[in-house]
């Protein structure tokens, strides 16, 4: 788990998971294969979303192009805002 972005309206949690190597035969050489995502929480909407697959890559690539141009922090939360709408999950403490 890896915190990535923390601002006053979002967070963004990387996770990197172990794969299932079942499905895999084991050669002895291949790398351990990996799965995660990214759990962005909106503090404002008390909602979060994991973004895992295509929705988890296409995150991705859209942040590391935004970052490219040196975004303020509303463009970041403008950007991260568009996946949000998407979020059902209440936050919940435990």
């Known amino acids: 788990m890896l915190m990535l ?3 006053d309206n979002f967070a963004v949690v990387q996770f990197d998971l172990p794969g299932d190597s079942a499905a ?3 050669t002895g050489n291949d790398p351990a294969l990996t799965r995660g995502g990214y759990e962005i929480v909106d503090k404002f909407a008390r909602k979060e979303i ?3 697959g295509a929705m988890a890559e296409s995150f991705k690539v859209g942040v590391e192009a935004l970052i490219q141009t040196s975004p ?3 463009e970041l939360d ?3 805002a568009r996946f949000t709408q998407l ?3 209440p936050v ?3």
Do not use: G, K, R, T
């Open 50 to 52: 994991f973004l895992e």
């Open 87 to 89: 979020a059902q999950n």
């Open 72 to 74: 303020s922090e509303d």
């Open 92 to 94: 919940v403490l435990h």
């Open 5 to 7: 972005y923390n601002s």
């Open 78 to 80: 403008d950007y991260i």
């Open 24 to 26: 895999v035969e084991p």
